[in-house]
Nanobody, 123 residues
Framework: VQLQASGGGLVQAGGSLRLSCVGSGRTFSDYHMGWFRQTPGKEREFVAAISWSGGTKYYSDSVAGRFTISRDNAKNTVFLQMINLKPEDTAVYYC?????????????????WGQGTQVTVSS
């Protein structure tokens, strides 16, 4: 499956953004989905994941309570709603798929990485 993330931008601290990730080429609902983020010189950091049906979700401690992952399989899209953004949320955000990696937080267990979307939070 090919993935394309969008929705990033520049926002002030305390603001909100909604990221989208559209999949194509394979059956989107076959996959659990995840969001990761990366800053220069650092490894990709897990943010959130959602099961293929959307019924189960889990988050990193750093975003729990502020970010919400959701999906619309009819539109082959997964979303990341981000509120109360902080400067430390600044990163390139990527979506990815997994099957056997469900329940993990390692980027090694996710695939189909598409082009990310830049999120910049100013203080």
């Amino acid at each position: 499956v090919q993935l394309q993330a969008s929705g990033g931008g520049l926002v002030q601290a305390g603001g909100s953004l909604r990221l989208s990730c559209v999949g194509s080429g394979r059956t989107f609902s076959d996959y659990h989905m995840g969001w990761f983020r990366q800053t220069p010189g650092k490894e990709r950091e897990f943010v959130a994941a959602i099961s293929w049906s959307g019924g189960t979700k889990y988050y990193s401690d750093s975003v729990a309570g502020r970010f919400t992952i959701s999906r619309d399989n009819a539109k082959n899209t997964v979303f990341l709603q981000m509120i109360n953004l902080k400067p430390e949320d600044t990163a390139v955000y990527y979506c990815a798929t997994t099957t056997t990696g469900w329940g993990t937080r390692s980027a090694e267990n996710f695939g189909s990485w598409g082009q990310g979307t830049q999120v910049t939070v100013s203080s």
